[in-house]
């Protein structure tokens, strides 16, 4: 079988890729993805919509995906587990814009949807190649709606809180906006919260780019892919640097010392579950490699001395 952009040579053919924070959004991912298909289908056309399971939904905060594909015509590369060549893409929280590959793969004249309330110059800022991205579209769809935070519906359980109830409804309508890949009333007949996904359609950003191709990738050996894979997402100390282990995308807030109000006490060191604090003779040093911004740093500090700031108000 064909490999990259001969993959999915099937012109009716779109495919949709949401990426979303592991437990705390996957279930709006996957919402994105199964409201976008039921109202296609409702259309006539062929659709399938899917988790990818390789991305342990099951951790927080761990980057995730969800796939749709849709198509005026049926389907040949059903059983592909991934869309490796997207014309869609979707972020449901804004910091995956940063150090995740989310543009990768993306088509010629592709769409990238993101939920934020920072300006679309700001997030181009860290997204690296978008030589292939023609149409950005920003849209706070937090404030909104709300993240459905459940397990409910996954790995082919029962959905017991609906489809679309949560920041998955402005977002899809977001969607709908920018490409007109499924009509407005169709989706408003499949999600459970119609007033915000018609919110999200009228008050989403859409700001049209100059694509100029994508600069192409050094492949990578199947070997050196193997190396790199964690084993279950755990992370070994960071004494023992590993690149292909670095957890630092999955943080939405980076902790922050303020110094003059550390007293060197050491608490936050004792507590971290991923041993990503030092101690030094200035105070305590973050490792933000490793740092997923559990917070639970700034939660046992007993002097106030660690405050947890927003990732991309950094731009390292």
Do not use: H
């Not at 109202?39 to 062929?46: I, V």
């Amino acid at each position: 079988m064909s490999t990259g952009s001969n993959l999915f040579a099937e012109p009716g053919l779109q495919q949709i890729t949401v990426w979303a924070r592991g437990v705390v959004m996957n279930k709006d991912a996957r919402d994105i993805v199964v409201a976008l298909a039921e109202a296609a289908a409702r259309e006539g056309k062929y659709v399938q919509a899917w988790e990818n399971y390789v991305d342990l939904p099951d951790r927080v905060y761990v980057p995730v995906r969800a796939y749709a594909r849709i198509s005026t015509d049926p389907i040949e590369s059903k059983y592909i587990y991934e869309n490796e060549t997207p014309d869609i893409i979707i972020l449901v929280e804004e910091t995956l814009v940063k150090g995740v590959p989310v543009l990768r793969g993306l088509r010629k004249g592709g769409v990238l949807v993101v939920n934020t309330r920072r300006s679309p110059e700001e997030i181009l800022s860290f997204l690296g190649d978008t030589g292939n991205l023609e149409t950005l579209v920003t849209v706070d769809a937090s404030s909104l709606s709300t993240a459905v935070t459940t397990l409910s519906g996954a790995e082919g359980a029962t959905d017991a809180t609906g489809i679309g109830a949560g920041i998955a409804a402005p977002l899809a309508g977001a969607v709908v906006k920018a490409t007109g890949i499924v009509s407005l009333e169709n989706l408003a007949a499949v999600v459970k919260n119609p007033e915000a996904m018609r919110r999200g359609y009228e008050l989403a950003r859409v700001t049209r780019l100059e694509t100029k191709g994508a600069a192409q990738e050094v492949a990578v050996s199947a070997g050196e892919l193997l190396k790199q894979l964690p084993f279950a997402g755990t992370v070994p100390s960071p004494v023992s640097e590993n690149e292909g282990m670095v957890t630092g995308n999955w943080r939405m807030q980076r902790p922050v010392l303020d110094q003059e109000a550390c007293t060197s006490c050491d608490t936050c060191w004792i507590y971290c579950p991923d041993s990503c604090i030092t101690r030094t003779d200035e105070g305590p040093t973050f490792n933000l490699k490793y740092c997923k911004g559990c917070g639970i740093c700034e939660e046992v500090c007993p002097s106030g001395a660690i405050s947890l700031v927003p990732e991309l108000n950094f731009k390292d």
